[in-house]
């Protein structure tokens, strides 16, 4: 089955202990991406990357880092979580069209509700 | 700058239909996508335009029209299980990244 998987789906922390979130995909998906789901700012992007050992930020990349060493995986690392960074975040994976004519729908990870007290 | 634009909000009947529109201004375009989202769930696709006109999907059918920036999600014979989100987004090109609305929160009444 096609999926995006990211875990953990929950997780309460605490100001200053680093985590990682991972999110692996199944369907060789050059292209991924990393947002946070604020209520009243939508889907705002943090990082994402067009393929292996490339990747970029988005519009909100402040406090995150980001690796891409194959092409499943592309962890998202909060280095110093700070409380607000508190969010419902996602992981999407898509294709790139030949011809540079853009991406392919994103398919989402389940997302994973971080807070940081 | 680039945005789109979406209601915030609207209601809707069991078994009517309902339009929700999506206006765009960006400095590119490679197609746009909308997505629904149930609350606490993530985005699924339901639908790409590339090219203008209207494309139908069972219930659901998206419009566009690339001149005008302009582009709905037509949803007909409506179900309570249809109270969702629903996100506009374009792929403007630039960056290679998508831009979102803010989505419209629509609510299905008995």
């Known amino acids: 089955e096609a999926q995006v998987t990211q875990n953990p789906r929950y997780l309460i922390t605490v100001t200053g202990k680093k985590l990682t979130v991972t999110c692996s995909q199944n369907m060789n998906h050059e292209y991924m991406s990393w947002y946070r789901q604020d209520p009243g700012l939508g889907l705002r992007q943090i990082y994402y990357s067009m393929n292996v050992e490339v990747t970029d930020k988005g519009d909100v990349p402040e406090g995150y880092k980001v690796s891409r060493k194959e092409k499943r995986n592309f962890p998202l690392i909060l280095e110093s979580p700070s409380p607000n960074q508190t969010s419902l975040y996602f992981c999407a994976s898509s294709y790139r069209r030949p011809g540079g004519l853009g991406l392919t729908e994103a398919f989402f990870g389940q997302g994973t509700r971080l807070t940081v007290v | 700058g680039q945005n789109i634009d979406q209601p915030t909000e609207m209601t809707a009947t069991e078994g009517a239909i309902v339009q929700i529109n999506c206006t765009y201004q960006t400095s590119g375009f490679n197609g746009l996508f909308w997505y629904q989202q149930h609350a606490g769930e993530a985005p699924t696709f339901l639908s790409y335009n590339v090219l203008d006109g209207l494309e139908e999907k069972g219930r659901f059918s998206s419009f566009l029209s690339r001149s005008k920036g302009y582009s709905y999600l037509l949803l007909k014979e409506l179900q309570m299980k249809d109270s969702a989100s629903y996100l506009c987004?374009?792929?403007?090109?630039?960056?290679?990244?998508?831009?979102w609305g803010l989505g419209t929160s629509l609510a299905v009444n008995p």
């Open positions: 987004a374009v792929d403007a090109g630039n960056n290679r990244k998508l831009i």
